[in-house]
């Protein structure tokens, strides 16, 4: 596609329930973004991939996120046993290679009750 | 780490007014871009810029990274510019972003 699309566009779910969040890339990109945004906190950084593999982790809150790459295309990041602190909207991003200009998606709104 | 601020947070304009918005950068960095989130939460790309100064129609930015700073411009500013206005800084894999600059333009 043109830009980089994400799924579902919103999500609500029960506390204690996992959650899994789509992200297609943009054709040919080779690294993609994951990140955060939310009332307290902000735009922040989750993980990023170079190809299939993770190589910084660090923005990943707690053990209950986790993410994977397949192909070097999609991506899903998954939230086990949701928290409410969790609500935010998840951005995916993607660039044609390190320190290249980033493109966003239209992200995911998730909301734990 | 890197402290990414900007100025001023809140702006509120007439229509067909001009407005500078303020990045400051604690520290050097790889690359710099200026998003615009509309009020759908999309966010778009408005410049990539890590020094100099680019134009593209009603905006413009410069970044001085020597001084650690960059500006965006906006001239003739139109309803539709209305939203949140973010810059983000590159440092080696990830985009830092600052606190944004949340604009209102009225006619």
């Known amino acids: 596609g043109a830009g980089v699309s994400q799924s579902p566009s919103n999500k609500v779910t029960e506390k204690g329930k996992d959650v899994e969040l789509r992200c297609d890339p943009i054709?040919?990109?080779?690294?993609l973004y994951w990140y955060r945004q939310s009332l307290g906190q902000g735009l922040e950084f989750l993980i990023y991939?170079?190809?299939?593999?993770?190589?910084?982790k660090s923005g990943l809150p707690s053990d209950r996120f986790s993410a994977e790459r397949t192909g070097g295309s999609v991506s899903t990041l998954t939230i086990q046993r949701t928290q409410q602190e969790d609500s935010a909207v998840y951005l995916c991003?993607?660039?044609?290679?390190?320190?290249?200009?980033?493109?966003f998606g239209p992200g995911t709104r998730l909301t734990v009750t | 780490g890197i402290q990414v601020e900007q100025s001023p947070p809140d702006l509120i304009l007439q229509e067909g007014a001009n407005s500078t918005l303020r990045c400051n950068f604690s520290?050097?960095?790889?690359?710099l871009q200026w998003f615009h989130q509309n009020p759908w939460g999309q966010l778009i790309n408005l410049f990539y810029?890590?020094?100099g100064t680019k134009q593209n129609g009603r905006l413009s930015a410069t970044t001085v990274a020597t001084e650690r700073y960059s500006l965006l411009y906006i001239s003739s500013s139109q309803t539709t510019d209305s939203g949140v206005y973010f810059c983000?800084?590159?440092?080696?894999?990830?985009?830092?972003f600052g606190t944004g600059t949340r604009l209102q333009v009225f006619p």
């Open positions: 520290d050097s960095v790889n690359n």
């Open positions: 810029i890590p020094s």
């Open positions: 054709s040919g990109h080779t690294a």
């Open positions: 983000a800084v590159v440092r080696t894999d990830k985009l830092i």
């Open positions: 991003a993607s660039s044609s290679g390190l320190l290249k200009e980033q493109y």
């Open positions: 991939f170079q190809g299939n593999s993770a190589p910084d």
